[in-house]
């Protein structure tokens, strides 16, 4: 089962790609998950796959933009090694397992950073 958040005609949705289009659950359980976020918080996957049973998409998938899954999460964890090729570039070695630096979220367009290094930046950027 794929899952996608989109837009369409202005307004946000999210639903499942199935053949070449997209079953809109926006309008199928939107009452109880208005997003993709809460259908999964709620445990709710058996119903959607239920949902999906015997339908044909309510739209083409090129009829959207699709967005990022979970468009507002609640934690992003990133690691600069990220993929076999670019450590064997970086001349790295395999982590065994992944430091876990917290990043918070700020406002849109905030300068923010609360990451361990961001203020090593800020004041190596001083000098």
């Not at 837009?7 to 009452?31: K, Y």
């Not at 849109?108 to 290094?117: N, V």
Request: hydrophobic share 45%; proline share 8%; net charge positive.
């Amino acid at each position: 089962m794929k899952l996608v958040s989109f837009e369409r005609n202005g307004a946000a949705g999210w639903g499942a790609v199935v053949d070449t289009g997209i079953v809109d659950m926006s309008r199928r359980l939107g009452g109880r998950y208005p997003s993709l976020k809460s259908a999964l918080a709620a445990g709710a996957l058996a119903e959607v796959a239920s949902e999906l049973e015997s339908v044909k998409p309510d739209f083409a998938l090129d009829a959207v933009k699709l967005e990022p899954p979970i468009p507002d999460p609640a934690k992003v964890i990133c690691i600069g090694l990220n993929y076999r090729a670019h450590i064997v570039r970086a001349a790295a070695s395999f982590p065994n397992s992944l430091p876990l630096h917290p990043l918070r979220r700020h406002a849109r367009g905030s300068q923010r950073a609360d990451h361990p290094a961001a203020g090593f930046e800020r004041a190596r950027l001083r000098m």
